[in-house]
């Protein structure tokens, strides 16, 4: 099954699903599309979150092998669905 997500990939990145992370749980990676020297040239990606099918939420990741607590998709952002930690100046600047 294809996650339908909320955002569009940043330019630059694309997003690749894992369908058999786990039963039910699929992973979703974003990938950078530039080449870099210090991994010679490999695919450089990293977690965005996890998507559990049945249930029908997207998780945070804790790792990448790691499924976090449920978050709000409206809540994540095209590079990660971890929340942001900000502190209340922070947050009254953004």
């Known amino acids: 099954m294809t996650v339908e997500l909320f955002h ?7 997003y690749e699903q894992e ?3 786990k039963p039910d ?3 979703i ?3 950078h599309d530039r080449k870099y020297d210090y991994n010679l040239g490999k695919p450089v990606k990293t977690i965005w979150g996890f998507y559990h099918t049945k249930k029908r939420q997207f998780y ?8 976090g607590k449920v978050v709000d998709i409206m ?7 971890m929340k942001i930690k ?3 100046l922070e947050a009254a600047f953004s």
Do not use: C, D, M, R
């Open 19 to 21: 369908p058999n992370f």
């Open 60 to 67: 945070a990741p804790i790792n990448a092998k790691t499924i």
């Open 86 to 88: 900000q502190t209340p």
């Open 8 to 14: 569009k990939a940043p330019k630059g990145y694309h």
């Open 75 to 81: 809540e994540t952002t095209p590079y990660t669905s």
């Open 25 to 27: 749980v699929t992973a």
């Open 29 to 31: 990676w974003l990938h």
